[in-house]
């Protein structure tokens, strides 16, 4: 039996929409063997247990299928525990960590394992874009795109004294639902400015500048669209600012809200709190950091 660890990912960081991610330091416990009896079985507990021991454990499983068939390899029977932290349709990256973990998990099974650029190709064409599964995959920051079907990817190392604040609302958010809110054409104003806040923002996680942070995750493509979807986002916005917060944007597609911050992360994570509820939403704040390993590399045994 293998035991994989895959984070939780928040994707876009603001501007960087379906290009820039980064891994939670929440993680999910997998762990994946042969079944004798050739049957697929899979064991869920924690987050969507209930939802996901009828049929959403189907993602993972047919993850590590495509595995197994890209490498050429029989498909045996499996058995699966899924031990999970990640909470389920909040724009936190459940679905990208059910791809990287049951792909690693079962590429970690193969006598010969396919190369980490293949995982991550495979990842992108059942997800869909690369921005959340690269870094479930590989974690820290990572800044991926797909060329003509070929997948680029770079790591930025995360800041050390970089700190996060997460609100997560006692709503769910589908991520096609979400999309569906965004328009189909934007002015090239907007385009241009999103491209200099990407680059701003590239450049301060690799000189390690948090203070730039507050100057570079701005956007104009998606979270003025979105805001509609989530009760109380500008004010929540502005509560983590006021309370101390270097930036603070969307986490992915929603409704999860993630503030980044130097110290003070509890204060923030309450000014949050706060705000949601006085728009009459509840939510439960996760005080963490970013995830140093993914799926790919945090094999346990």
Do not use: W
Request: charged letters at 15%; hydrophobic letters at 50%.
């Amino acid at each position: 039996m293998v035991t994989i660890r895959v984070p939780a990912t928040s994707a876009n960081l603001g501007p960087g929409f379906d290009v820039l991610g980064m891994a939670l330091n929440v993680y999910n416990i997998v762990e994946m063997a042969p079944e004798p009896s050739g049957a697929t079985v899979v064991e869920v507990t924690g987050e969507g247990a209930s939802l996901l021991c009828k049929s959403g454990s189907k993602l993972m499983v047919d993850a590590a299928r495509s595995v197994f068939t890209a490498a050429g390899a029989r498909q045996p029977g499996l058995l699966i525990r899924q031990h999970n932290r990640i909470p389920l349709f909040r724009g936190m990256g459940s679905s990208a960590a059910a791809i990287a973990g049951g792909m690693a998990a079962a590429n970690a099974l193969l006598p010969e394992p396919l190369p980490a650029k293949k995982i991550l190709q495979l990842a992108t064409e059942m997800e869909g874009h690369p921005d959340n599964v690269a870094p479930a995959l590989f974690g820290g920051f990572v800044a991926s795109c797909a060329v003509d079907g070929d997948v680029h990817y770079a790591c930025i190392e995360s800041p050390a004294a970089l700190k996060l604040a997460v609100a997560v609302p006692d709503f769910t958010l589908p991520t096609k639902k979400s999309r569906k809110a965004l328009p189909q054409m934007i002015p090239m104003a907007d385009a241009v400015f999103n491209i200099g806040q990407v680059a701003l923002l590239v450049a301060a996680l690799c000189r390690g500048d948090l203070a730039a942070l507050a100057h570079a995750m701005n956007d104009r493509l998606h979270q003025p669209y979105r805001s509609a979807l989530i009760p109380g986002l500008d004010n929540v916005f502005s509560a983590a600012q006021s309370a101390g917060a270097l930036a603070t944007v969307l986490s992915g597609a929603g409704p999860a809200v993630i503030s980044f911050v130097s110290e003070n992360e509890a204060l923030v994570g309450a000014a949050m709190h706060r705000a949601f509820a006085a728009c009459g939403v509840r939510c439960r704040i996760i005080l963490t950091g970013v995830g140093k390993t993914g799926a790919f590399n945090s094999k346990v045994s």
